[in-house]
Every structure is written in C-alpha cells, then in structure tokens.
C-alpha cells in the first residue's frame, strides 16, 4: 500500500500545529491541511490561560502579553476577589501563537496545505479529500489526526454526535484605566451554564464576552447591556466583535476509528466550567503523540482494518479518560450546581462565602483549569450544604451524593 504521509492533520489550529511539531521533529512525514487562508485569523479567544500550561508548550515571552494575579467573582448584587501573591494566569495573543505554532511545526519539516478544506475522509483507507482552488485533491496517509475544531468533519465522519455553546467577544478600548492585573468573571442566571469575562489584555484594551445557551444575536444584546449597565468603565469604545464555538464533552463520543483518531476541540476536549481548551489539549498532544507513534511503527499499520491499530487507539482513549474524566465530571456537576441558582441564591452564595472566609480558601485552592481540587475542599469542610440556600439542599444532596 502507498501512502502520501505517515500522518496527515485537519486543522492547523494550536492542537493540530502542536502535534504536528511533536511528530515532524521525530522524522514522521506530517502534512497539515487548514481551509484558513492565513493562520490564526479570525481571533476566537479569550487566551488567558493558566501558568501551568508552560510546563507543556514552550512559548516565546513575546506572545505573552499580560498576566493577571487573581479575578474578581461578581454576582448581581455581590462581588469578592482572590488573588494571590504570584501572577496566576497569562493573556496570549492568541493569534500570534496559531501563527507561531504552525511556523515550529513547518520548520521542523511537517508540509502544509493552506485555505484547503477537507470535504471528506476515509478512515478505513486513509484518505482525505481537500478542495483547494476549486480543485479537489486526495492524499493518503497511515494516520489521519482531526484537530479541526468544535464542528470536526473528522469526528462527524467517526459517527460522533456533537454539541456546542455559542459563544461571542468584544474587543474593548478603555479611556483611564485603573486595573489590569484581575480578571472579572460575572455569573448570572440567565446566562448560566455559562458566564461574562472581563479579561485585560493590553495596554487600555480588554476582550470581554460570554458563552451561554444563547445564539449569537442575543449574546451581542447581553454584551450590549453588560456594557451599559455593568461594566465597570463608563468611557469606552468597541473595536472588533468576534464569534466562536465551545463545544460540550460527551463522554459517549470515539476518540478514533480504524486510521482516524481526534483531538483538542474536535474531540471536545475542554473544561465544560470554563470552555478553556488550550491547556488540556496541549497536554493531550503529548499522549495523541505516543499513541500515533506506537502506531506508526506497528505492524498493524499497513493492513486496513487492523486489530493491533485500534487496541493502539483504544489506549489513547483510555489514557486521555483517565487523565481528565475526573475533572471534567467534576465540573458538570459545579455546571449542575450553579444552575440550580437565581440571580437571589447567588448573591446569597457570595455572601455566606465571604462570611466563611471562602475567598482564601479559594485564593489557596482554585485554579482555572483544575477545579476539582477546590471542590474536594469545600466537600472536606462540609462548606457545600452552608454556603448554598438550604431550599437546593435535596438537589445538591443527589449532585454531590451527600
Ligand atoms: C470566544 C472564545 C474564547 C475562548 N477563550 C479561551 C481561553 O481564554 N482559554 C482557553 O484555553 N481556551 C479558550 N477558548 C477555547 C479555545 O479557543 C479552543 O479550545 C482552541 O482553539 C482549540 O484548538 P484546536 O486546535 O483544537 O481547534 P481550533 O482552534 O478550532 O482549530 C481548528 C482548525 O481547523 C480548521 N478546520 C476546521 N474544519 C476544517 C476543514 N473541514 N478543513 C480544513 N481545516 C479545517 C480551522 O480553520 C482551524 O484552523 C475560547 C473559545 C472561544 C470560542
């Protein structure tokens, strides 16, 4: 059998660049194929991520474009901050790192097709058909990776069924600014399972959005009206306003089938509290790699239909579950709770947590992309049933099995 590549990627977002590299750089013939024109635009990130992502990407100083201590939590009628003495979490120039990603990954030999977009896969044979010009274009490889995004072909052609909230950002210019070390996230209830995010990118400039359960024509009308009524700046200019998808995690879902395997959004891999994916999808890089690897130099991978190729596949699901199942079940059921709340019940939240002292134990607890930990503390302390209205105490009781 004659293959093009050993691997070829659908999608040159920061996942699919990110394991392009990783697979290049070990001499791997990689091909990246992107329907983009130039890569990274248009920007759909917040790109604040945690620290901690650096001990999986190295990432030039340059992209980093800001770092926040701590945020400020608001309710309708309530706030409280936490913070702590380091910086906490980094604001990227998002587009910037797509580009700078994709850039590593061809300078290590992986070859591209750009504004290409791929119309079709065979998992079994492992071919993809792209259209380009106009021009349709079919290339085989051993391995086909979908890193394409929230409404992966790949993972439709897997036989995935997928979900996903809308989600819209502002960029904002700001006259006297006061503050750019503290994110603001706003949670209120009729934008629950998701929230506002106030987040100080650079000099007077911050992206502010949401992710909700709304479409994108109403997402506009509550930015519009967060902006009037809530935003804590009266003078202020919106540039730009961009759109996105976050997509839900289905724990139901293949991660792969015969040649095929996805990743980062495509396979829905983000934290369902936050609708961040860069850190678990960077990490994911890593066991994706290992897993095409032992692929790659198996003796399954020139036969079709190969047991030895899915047991290989089945791995890098099983992997991924048990490194992340946990804490993604354990945000759905933080989702579940703050759901079961009104505007009323959170300010009532807010301020049991205040009066508990909730907010340093958050500050020495939280972190943005592992909740699970804070979570188990407040279970620990029994802070759950205290500081949530004593109306939910049945619900919260079934969410947590208390
Ligand atoms: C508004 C918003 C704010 C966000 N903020 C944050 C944040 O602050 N922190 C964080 O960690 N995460 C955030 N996220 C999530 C984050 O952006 C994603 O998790 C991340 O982009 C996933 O990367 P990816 O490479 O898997 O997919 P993507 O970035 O979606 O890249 C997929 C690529 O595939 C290409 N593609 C798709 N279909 C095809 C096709 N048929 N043919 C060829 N190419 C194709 C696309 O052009 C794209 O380049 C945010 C998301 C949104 C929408």
């Known amino acids: 059998m004659n293959f093009d590549y050993d691997v070829a990627i659908v999608g040159a977002g920061p996942i699919g660049s990110a394991l392009a590299y990783e697979l290049a750089k070990e001499d791997f013939s990689v091909c990246l194929i992107d329907k983009k024109k130039v890569i990274g635009l248009p920007l759909q990130c917040a790109g604040i991520i945690n620290k901690s992502v650096l001990d999986n990407i190295q990432i030039p100083e340059d992209l980093i474009i800001n770092k926040v201590k701590g945020a400020y939590l608001h309710s309708k009628n309530q706030s409280f901050s936490v913070s702590k003495e380091d910086d906490q979490a980094l604001i990227i120039d998002r587009v910037a790192l ?23 896969v065979d998992t079994l044979e492992g071919k993809v058909v792209f259209q380009t010009d106009s021009k349709e274009k079919t290339i085989k490889s051993k391995v086909i990776v979908g890193a394409d995004g929230p409404l992966s072909l790949v993972s439709s052609a897997i036989g995935n069924d997928f979900k996903y909230y809308c989600a819209s950002q502002y960029l904002v210019e700001v006259d006297n600014v006061r503050e750019m070390s503290f994110v603001d996230l706003y949670a209120y209830e009729d934008i629950f399972p998701g929230f506002i995010w106030v987040i100080p990118a650079y000099k007077n400039i911050f992206r502010i959005g949401l992710f909700s359960g709304h479409d994108y024509k109403m997402q506009n009308e509550i930015l519009d009206d967060f902006l009037k009524n809530d935003f804590k700046y009266d003078d202020y200019n919106v540039i730009e306003k961009y759109r996105g998808k976050i997509p839900i995690y289905n724990n139901e879902n293949k991660l792969f089938e015969h040649r095929a395997l996805i990743i980062g959004d495509a396979a829905a891999q983000v934290k369902p509290t936050t609708g961040g994916g860069l850190q678990i999808g960077f990490k994911t890089v890593q066991i994706a790699k290992n897993a095409i690897i032992n ?3 198996s003796k399954g991978i020139l036969e079709n239909d190969s047991k ?11 992997d991924f579950e048990e490194k992340f199942l946990k804490e993604i079940s354990y945000q759905f059921k933080v989702q579940k709770t703050l759901c079961t709340l009104s505007d009323d019940d959170l300010d009532y939240f807010f301020i049991k947590l205040k009066e508990k002292q909730c907010d340093e134990l958050i500050s020495e607890y939280g972190d943005i992309d592992d909740q699970s930990v804070l979570v188990k503390e ?5 802070l759950v049933l205290s500081v949530l209205p004593a109306i939910h105490k049945k619900e919260l009781a079934k969410i947590w099995l208390l």
Not at 378 to 382: D, E, N, S, Y
Request: hydrophobic share 35%; glycine share 8%; no cysteine.
């Open 295 to 297: 692929a790659l130099n």
């Open 308 to 318: 030895i190729l899915q047991d290989i596949f089945k791995n890098y699901q099983k």
């Open 378 to 382: 407040f279970l620990k302390r029994g």
């Open 98 to 120: 797509d580009q700078y990603l994709y850039n590593r990954a061809i300078g290590s030999g992986a070859d591209s097709h750009l504004s290409s977009k791929v119309v079709n």
